[in-house]
């Protein structure tokens, strides 16, 4: 007999399981590598801008190359992607070891693997609506958000418990090996994810018949080689601005990628503050961070993402967005008063968990409208735009945040970032009712 739930229903979808599973085990080893790298960084600085600091060499290569890699995604194929850039990590991940305890070796290894990631992201993003039929996508994007912030949550907190048991160089012996198996995962995605096809067609269509024949003259000659890579080059950023167009045309996909980009800035300024607001605010050690801090933000991330995906399919998306909104701007606004004068570590934990559940009130509905509204065609450029607009706007306001928290206190920053949450968020309230009157499916 079918089963009524939908999560249960996801998980007959062997292609689904797949996918999710290398995503589980990629975004849970990144995660981990960025918190180690944080914790080192602030315990050799004791500074909170030299946590923003690595937070931006991080965040460069999306800004720069998300939108791009989307593009080529849409070109290339999604399983080539996913497999090459979990299998590329690798190598990168056992290069920190012999590169140990030196800063600067760590940003720019960091640098890289970041350069490697933005090729996942997007490929990722395209390749869930062709593995899931349209009534399956609200859920499934629900249940990927709660792997995402599950893997947040187990990333985080579960390094310390791994740098106890592999130490600070088997460490990357251990991740290495998650993206060895995230890439053996990905050989069994479905062929029509893959390239060949595309490609061949592609060829084709440019007169190259017999395409296995003829790569014999690109080999002897580099020139030819470099003509139609440039070529290719043109082509994949003449697709990037008809979708950069498109979206400016569209409410619909514009106003999701912004909230969908704001989610992403309010957890890296969350992650960035951790450090000193544990230290200078809740005078506990900083080890504990992860415990007091991501532990309570991260579970109601994950609860927010399970209660969307079995009850919120007769909501509104316009109305869970701005109750998620209101939630994170007030939690934000309260927090440093709760933590350092009323002093109630609970109701602390119990703010922190409402911030994470409104982060999953506005990135669930998002992600949902996003690919509702894009053809497959374009969806890999759509992502890509959104990996670009994420780190584009997580980079600086973490950075400044950051320089801020050193020169005024983390608690003082928290209540202006919580004031200009709210404002934003009446603004945007205040502009539903013109978009709906234009656009009805925009908000």
Request: hydrophobic fraction near 55%.
């Amino acid at each position: 007999m079918p089963t009524t739930n939908p999560i249960i229903s996801l998980f007959h979808n062997r292609n689904f399981v797949y996918l999710w599973s290398i995503q589980t085990i990629t975004q849970i080893g990144a995660n981990m590598l960025l918190f180690i790298l944080a914790m080192q960084v602030y315990s050799i600085s004791n500074s909170n801008t030299a946590v923003g600091l690595l937070f931006l060499v991080y965040g460069v290569p999306n800004v720069a190359l998300a939108a791009f890699a989307g593009a080529l995604v849409d070109r290339v194929g999604a399983k080539k992607m996913i497999l090459i850039s979990n299998l590329f990590r690798v190598p990168v991940l056992l290069l920190f070891i012999f590169l140990h305890g030196n800063v600067a070796a760590a940003l720019i290894l960091a640098f890289v693997f970041s350069v490697v990631t933005q090729f996942f992201f997007p490929a990722g993003g395209a390749a869930l609506p062709t593995l899931v039929s349209k009534d399956e996508l609200l859920a499934a994007n629900s249940f990927f958000s709660f792997t995402f912030y599950l893997s947040l949550l187990l990333g985080f907190i579960g390094a310390g418990f791994a740098l106890k048991i592999f130490g600070d160089t088997g460490i990357y012996v251990f991740l290495s090996l998650g993206f060895l198996l995230a890439t053996f995962l990905s050989s069994f995605l479905p062929p029509k994810l893959n390239f060949w096809p595309r490609l061949n067609s592609l060829l084709v269509h440019r007169g190259y018949k017999n395409f296995h024949l003829k790569i014999m003259v690109h080999i002897n000659n580099p020139f030819s080689v470099i003509k139609n890579n440039y070529h290719h080059l043109r082509l994949v950023s003449k697709d990037l601005w008809h979708v950069v167009l498109l979206i400016s045309r569209k409410p619909v996909i514009f106003s999701s990628l912004l909230l969908l980009g704001f989610t992403q800035v309010t957890l890296a300024i969350l992650l960035s503050l951790a450090p000193g607001f544990s230290v200078r605010v809740l005078n506990i050690p900083l080890t504990d961070a992860s415990t007091f801090i991501m532990l309570p933000a991260g579970l109601g991330m994950i609860i927010g993402a399970l209660f969307l995906a079995r009850f919120a399919a007769k909501w509104p998306k316009k109305a869970m967005r701005l109750w998620g909104l209101y939630s994170i701007g007030c939690v934000l606004f309260l927090l440093y008063p709760v933590s350092a004068v009323i002093r109630l570590p609970y109701l602390t934990g119990l703010l922190l968990f409402i911030l994470g559940f409104g982060n999953a009130l506005i990135d669930v509905p998002s992600q949902t409208i996003l690919q509702e509204e894009t053809d497959p065609e374009i969806r890999g450029r759509i992502f890509g735009i959104l990996s670009t607009v994420v780190m584009a706007g997580a980079t600086l306001p973490v950075v400044v945040v950051t320089i801020l928290a050193d020169l005024i206190g983390v608690g003082r920053v928290l209540l202006f970032v919580g004031a200009g949450v709210l404002i934003f968020t009446v603004i945007y309230q205040l502009s539903l009712s013109r978009l709906v009157r234009h656009f009805p499916r925009s908000v």
